[in-house]
């Protein structure tokens, strides 16, 4: 980006930009849920893997605060909003700038879904999946990290993909995918 004044500087893109143009790229080529999750599958569980290690208590505090606060949600927007921030302070505790940009920009093309798709049984029953990510965490278990938060996403994922396949007045796989993002 060059910025204009006396005379031209290069600044490097801001987060929100990587972000912007990656979910623009995913619109334009109609990448839906599936492929969302296989991508973000392996970068989650290695960014848990590694804020165990790095993970300090002010981060685990933030990760305490969240889930309390989706505790008391009342609104899939509102836990959307916290459930980003869970898994984006993981991705942030993990020490890698890539792993967070990657992560920050696919956590935050799956927001508009979440707000849109999620309802609140499925809110309170991830709670203790996420709890179990924080005590791994807390213990800097790394090995325990990773496999909790595998199993949250593999969860999710099969909550959501049941969803698609449901007949329950949710909308179909398309909606659910690309449109909704």
Known sequence: MLKRGSGAFVRKPGLKIVRKNIKRLILLNEIDLDEFFKARLPLEKKACYEAALYIKNDELATLEDTINRMKSTV?????????????NTIAKAANSKLIYIFLNAISGAMQSY??????????????PSHTKILSALREHDAVLAEKHMGDHLEWS???????QKSEDGFANRQALGRNAL
């Open 75 to 87: 609104t899939p927007s509102e836990w959307s909003k916290y459930e980003y921030q869970f898994h």
């Open 114 to 127: 979440f707000e849109q798709s999620f309802t609140m049984p499925h809110h309170f029953a991830a709670v």
């Open 157 to 163: 994922y099969n909550w959501i993909m049941g969803i």
